[in-house]
């Protein structure tokens, strides 16, 4: 057997598509394109992930406003653009430099304009299963599920890692499609028994190969969040491709799976938090 690839490019042009067509309406009513606010410290491959999200944005009809913050300016940067009224989205690279503390950080997003879901009042809203923004990265794991029309009411999901950015809010969403979820962390024991019970194996961990083919059930989904970088300057998965690729029926390829979706859900949240700010106004 040779599992289905989920590959994540057509799902996220199906979102880009939304995006545009908003985007050009949104321009027709208020005269200006949606903004996003992005800020930026010292860390390099942060510079990158923020300058490929520019260019992807700006392609598409969307403004990004970038501001540079240091240690010291950082959470007042962070205010400005909560309390600019042309900003309608703001996202925080990560990495945040060295001595900024993260959660004041997070917290001066205002949450109407947190489209990274990096505020925790949107998280705690997420487990309220009330209207939210989410981690574009979670979210976009189930939209890729979505796409593909992978079932999820009353079917086994087991999330394996539990960060605020990918495991717990995926592990949360899925609640949400009505799936049972069990959710793995570095101090579970018995991991394969755990992740073998899964219909659907979604792994946020970071470590390359953690997942073996004794991991999955036959027939299973599985989704690879992972994006390690080995020696050679390739990335590699959470999941052992070749082997898990006999046993699973449909997984996600890394790169070209999950990674795809991210920019695209995010700037579908910036687009909701654009036409949420004038439609108040
Ligand atoms: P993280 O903050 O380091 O969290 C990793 C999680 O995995 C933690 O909950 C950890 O458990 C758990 N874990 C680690 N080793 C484990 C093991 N041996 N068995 C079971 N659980 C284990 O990482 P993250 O930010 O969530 O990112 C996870 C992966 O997704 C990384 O490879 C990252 O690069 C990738 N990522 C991809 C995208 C994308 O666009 N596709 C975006 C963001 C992140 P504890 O809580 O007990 O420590």
Request: glycine share 10%; charged share 20%; aromatic share 2%.
């Amino acid at each position: 057997m040779s599992a289905r690839l989920l590959e994540g490019r057509p799902v996220a042009e199906a979102i880009w598509s939304d995006v545009e067509q908003r985007v050009a309406s949104f321009v027709g009513r208020f005269g200006r394109p949606p903004s996003l606010g992005m800020v930026s410290g010292a860390d390099e491959a942060a510079g990158a992930y923020g300058r490929q999200i520019e260019r992807q944005f700006t392609r598409r009809g969307l403004a990004v406003d970038v501001r540079d913050a240091s240690v010291d300016t950082m959470i007042e940067v962070v205010r400005q653009l909560s309390d600019d009224d042309a900003i309608d989205g703001i996202l925080l690279l990560t990495p945040l430099p060295a001595g900024v503390d993260a959660e004041a950080a997070a917290q001066a997003i205002r949450p109407a304009k947190d489209v990274d879901g990096q505020h925790p009042a949107n998280l705690g809203r997420l487990a309220q299963r009330r209207p939210a923004f989410a981690p574009a990265t979670a979210l976009g794991g189930l939209r890729l599920l979505q796409h593909y029309e992978i079932p999820l009411r009353a079917r086994r999901a087991v999330v394996v890692g539990r960060s605020p950015v990918v495991g717990m809010p995926l592990a949360l969403l899925l609640i949400d499609a009505d799936a049972t979820v069990t959710v793995c962390h570095s101090r579970s024991e018995g991991l394969a028994e755990l992740t073998r019970a899964a219909d659907l194996l979604c792994v946020a961990a970071g470590r390359a190969g953690l997942i073996g083919r004794e991991h999955v059930k036959p027939g299973a989904v599985v989704l690879d969040f992972g994006t390690n970088l080995a020696a050679d300057g390739s990335t590699l998965g959470d999941v052992q491709a070749d082997a898990v690729a006999e046993v699973a029926a449909a997984m996600t390829p890394v790169p070209g799976g999950t990674g795809p979706t991210t920019v695209a859900v995010l700037a579908q949240q910036t687009m909701t938090a654009a036409e949420n700010h004038l439609d108040r106004d």
